[in-house]
């Protein structure tokens, strides 16, 4: 059974920096992505950053670029999202969630995700 617990989140003032963590268990593939999937109230939600398995290629959607780094840990199943600069448009519940289909250009859909964490949510005011 696929377990993904996120934590990190807060409040923070703008221009600030938060690292989340998502800790994963019970995968039984190989070749997967690790994405990091916000949702702001009243919007979609958006895949901020995925990460392969295979090769740790990376993925950032354009609102985050140059801002936010994945990373992992692979030895402790444990991945990371550092987020520099965090804006008010920033505020969201961040979730961990688990594709398996391998990487491809589907991992920029959020619904392409078949495991999720129970999210995380992070504040940016002033």
């Known amino acids: 059974q696929v377990q993904l617990e996120e934590s990190g989140g807060g409040l923070v003032q703008p221009g600030s920096f938060l690292r989340l963590s998502c800790v994963g268990s019970?995968?039984?593939?190989?070749?997967?992505?690790i994405g990091w999937i916000r949702q702001a109230p009243g919007k979609e939600r958006e895949v901020v950053a995925s990460?392969?398995?295979?090769?740790?290629?990376?993925y950032y959607g354009n609102s985050v670029k140059g801002r936010f780094a994945i990373d992992r840990d692979k030895s402790k199943n444990t991945f990371f999202l550092s987020m520099n600069d965090l804006k008010p448009e920033d505020t969201a519940v961040y979730y961990c969630?688990?594709?398996?289909?391998?990487?491809?250009?589907?991992?920029?859909?959020?619904?392409?995700?078949?495991?999720w964490g129970q999210g995380t949510q992070v504040t940016v005011s002033s």
């Open positions: 990460i392969s398995s295979a090769d740790g290629q990376t």
């Open positions: 019970g995968f039984t593939s190989e070749n997967y992505a």
């Open positions: 969630a688990l594709e398996t289909a391998g990487w491809g250009p589907w991992i920029m859909a959020s619904y392409n995700y078949d495991h």
